[in-house]
């Protein structure tokens, strides 16, 4: 017998056949657009770190609301940029806070046709740029915070939100929203826990988006980039207390911690493609250097590889086009 007489070869010898035996495959409903809203503007402002990607007025959020549904788009994550900001982060609180009133457009824009979910954190709205209210001694306070953020899901959740994303990584964050909208009759609202965040450098082009005002870091709350099985406590943490969905954060660095993640659980998972993610491709992209369609696709179908059942991408209109017309 002449050799070689095993030819995996025959399986990729066109693109119907490459089709007809992918192992992994892309759906715009999997989808979630990360959405910026800010107060006060008319008209859209490009984000300069994250080149096709817009803070919105009021009005634009609504028009890109509905393009991205017309797409396909499983899901819509709304961050809002505040006009002004104290160290309590009371503008997320308010309910005619930004991003309270940018709920409320995008619901009565497009209803159920998509799924709502707005972050819950403090960050944007606080003046020192941390994701909770600090103590004396300049510290996030933790149990305090989460007081906060039972305040803020009540206020998201009376403009219409469907889903909740508590990603400011404080101790039982999940368990104090869940019993917040309990206790308030929102047992229907879901909470997409963000279980697994990094203390990573790829959030750096997000700070420009939602103009943050941080000093310093966020590693005495955010995950070390080292740890795993860290990452495995959490997640359980975070189930027990009431996550309806869990979310690791960045994506394609950590795509270990998604496969870890979703070998373990029974609820879905999600991935964050993180604004660093989008703009090194751009930016390569804008250079020559790679291929900025298939660059977008790949590194899609990686995060799906790996077990995200959900990915948060800027792209998510774009890639939902591509699927259509191309792949």
Not at 82 to 110: F, T
Request: aromatic share 6%; with cysteine; charged share 25%.
């Amino acid at each position: 017998m002449s050799f070689p007489n095993i030819r995996p070869r025959r399986l990729r010898t066109s693109p119907a056949m490459r089709r007809l035996v992918s192992e992994t495959r892309l759906s715009p409903a999997e989808f979630v657009l990360p959405m910026f809203v800010k107060e006060g503007l008319t008209e859209p402002r490009p984000i300069a770190a994250m080149p096709g990607v817009m803070q919105h007025s009021r009005d634009s959020l609504r028009k890109a609301a509905v393009e991205a549904v017309q797409a396909g788009v499983g899901g819509l994550m709304l961050f809002g940029v505040p006009e002004n900001r104290d160290p309590e982060g009371s503008g997320g609180i308010d309910p005619g806070g930004i991003l309270n009133v940018a709920i409320r457009d995008v619901v009565h824009e497009v209803g159920d046709a998509t799924v709502v979910m707005s972050d819950l954190c403090l960050d944007e709205f606080t003046s020192h740029g941390h994701c909770g209210v600090l103590d004396a001694s300049g510290e996030v306070d933790n149990d305090r915070t989460l007081q906060r953020y039972a305040e803020m899901a009540l206020a998201q959740a009376a403009a219409g939100v469907h889903v909740l994303g508590p990603s400011g990584m404080m101790d039982g964050q999940v368990g104090v929203v869940r019993s917040a909208l309990d206790a308030a009759g929102y047992q229907d609202r879901s909470i997409l826990a963000y279980a697994v965040k990094y203390a990573s450098a790829f959030f750096g082009p997000f700070r420009d988006a939602v103009e943050s005002q941080l000093d310093g870091d966020r590693r005495s709350y955010q995950q070390d980039p080292a740890n795993l099985r860290e990452a495995l406590r959490e997640v359980e943490l975070d189930i027990a207390e009431g996550a309806d969905m869990v979310m690791v954060k960045p994506g394609l660095p950590y795509l270990d911690v998604i496969s870890a993640v979703a070998e373990r659980v029974t609820v879905p998972v999600a991935a964050y493609q993180v604004s660093g993610e989008y703009a090194m491709v751009e930016a390569a992209a804008a250079n020559g250097w790679i291929d900025r369609e298939r660059a977008i696709m790949e590194s899609l179908t990686a995060l799906r590889r790996a077990g995200a059942q959900i990915t948060l991408t800027y792209w998510a209109v774009e890639a939902a086009r591509l699927l259509r017309e191309r792949y």
